[in-house]
Each structure stands twice: as structure tokens, then as C-alpha cells.
């Protein structure tokens, strides 16, 4: 079974600048969640998806973040504009109901 | 006061050690705990879930008190190889988001 696929693996990009985030889960797993972990600090929730619906969005910093999963497969986060405290690594996480999470290996973003 | 909360270490111990750590939670609605292992510049990994009656996996030993809102993780016979940063992870229901800790960062040496 293929796992949680994440797509850029790195990025760089500068102030301003424009950030698509992929996700691909689990094949068959409704829910799909998005976490970030900014430097020295814990990894946080962001928001979590059923199918293709935004079940909790409460994570999701301000209005420059957008997530989408048209279709209920894979997802994409976009940062637009990018600031510096974006800079982090973004996890994605899959699973079924009742059974545990899979973490993608994330994309770590560094906004210059 | 942060949601978890977790001595951030670093526990340096010889291999063969044994090493314990803690974690305390605030929401008393938390339903479901776990422990999870992240290795540097990876995802984080379930190591396992934690049940009040204590489990255990090989040399791993988990134990949760509801009363006092505290997990606990045990170690026996560290290995090199259990150098990780060790995530402490509360969930309010099934299904709904995981709430971290900061992490415990374990280094075994020879």
C-alpha cells in the first residue's frame, strides 16, 4: 500500500510569493488532515477534511492559507502572499475512521 | 500553559539504560492518547496508543493516569537505534485532530 505522498518535498520561495502544497493520502481514506510545525515549536493541526468537506478548519492561521480537495482524493494547501512566519515543514495525514493516522513526509517551506 | 506538555531532554543515556518519560495533559475532554517517535527531518511515526490499564509493546511500556491528566512512556534496554524525539499526542475524540506535544529528544549512546 502506498503511503501519504507529499509534494514538494523542499521549497523556497520568498516574501510575497505564491506556495501550492500537495497531498496525496492513502487511497481510500476519507479523512485527510493538514499539520504544521514552525521552528522551535510543536507541530500544530490545521485543518481536517472528510471526503471532500472541511469538517475543522479552526487550525488554519489566517486567510492567506486556502485548502482544497476537490473530489475527496488528494488535497492541495496554498499560501498566497507568503510571509516569514510560514516558514515551517507541513505535514499531511491520513486515515480511516477508527484506525490511526499515516504521515505524509512533508514539504518544508522556507520563505526568504 | 501549553495543551501537552513534555520535558524537552535532551535524555542522553548509555545503551542498556532504562529511561522514563512524561507528559500531562490539560483537557480533561481528551479521549485517546499515544506516543509517537520522529526521527530528524521525518514525519512522525506512531510508536503506540496508550491505555489506562498500561500497555506494552517489547521493550516499550505506556501508562495513563486519567485522575492526574499524565502519560508516561518507559524504555528498557535502549538501543542506538531509539534516538528519535518522542511526541506526546492527545486526541479529544475519535476521528478529530491530534494535539502535540512539544517532544522529548532521546540520545543513546555507546
Known amino acids: 500500500e502506498a503511503g501519504v505522498t507529499q509534494f514538494p518535498s523542499h521549497s523556497v520561495i520568498e516574501k510575497g510569493q505564491t506556495v501550492t502544497l500537495r497531498c496525496d493520502p492513502i487511497?481510500?481514506?476519507?479523512?485527510l488532515y493538514w499539520y504544521r510545525r514552525v521552528m522551535g515549536k510543536e507541530i500544530k493541526f490545521l485543518l481536517h477534511?472528510?471526503?471532500?468537506?472541511?469538517?475543522?478548519e479552526s487550525g488554519m492561521p489566517n486567510n492567506r492559507f486556502l485548502a482544497e480537495r476537490t473530489g475527496g482524493t488528494y488535497s492541495t494547501l496554498k499560501v498566497q502572499p507568503a510571509e516569514l512566519e510560514d516558514s515551517g515543514v507541513y505535514f499531511c495525514?491520513?486515515?480511516?475512521?477508527?484506525?490511526?493516522?499515516?504521515f505524509g513526509s512533508g514539504t518544508r517551506l522556507t520563505v526568504v | 500553559r501549553k495543551e501537552v506538555e513534555q520535558d524537552p531532554g535532551p535524555f542522553n543515556v548509555p545503551e542498556g539504560a532504562t529511561v522514563a518519560f512524561n507528559c500531562t495533559y490539560s483537557?480533561?475532554?481528551?479521549?485517546?492518547f499515544f506516543w509517537y517517535r520522529q526521527d530528524c527531518r521525518k514525519e512522525p511515526k506512531l510508536l503506540m496508543s496508550?491505555?489506562?490499564s498500561g500497555n506494552e509493546d517489547g521493550r516499550f511500556t505506556a501508562q495513563l493516569n486519567r485522575a492526574s491528566q499524565y502519560i508516561s512512556l518507559l524504555i528498557r534496554d535502549s538501543k542506538l537505534s531509539d534516538s528519535a524525539t518522542y511526541l506526546c499526542?492527545?486526541?479529544?475524540?475519535?476521528?478529530?485532530?491530534?494535539?502535540f506535544g512539544a517532544g522529548t529528544i532521546l540520545r543513546v549512546k555507546s
Open positions: 495525514a491520513s486515515n480511516h475512521p477508527g484506525t490511526g493516522y499515516t
Open positions: 487511497s481510500g481514506h476519507d479523512n
Open positions: 477534511f472528510v471526503k471532500e468537506s472541511k469538517q475543522d
Open positions: 483537557n480533561s475532554a481528551s479521549q485517546s
Open positions: 496508550v491505555y489506562s
Open positions: 499526542v492527545v486526541m479529544r475524540e475519535y476521528g478529530n485532530k491530534l494535539v
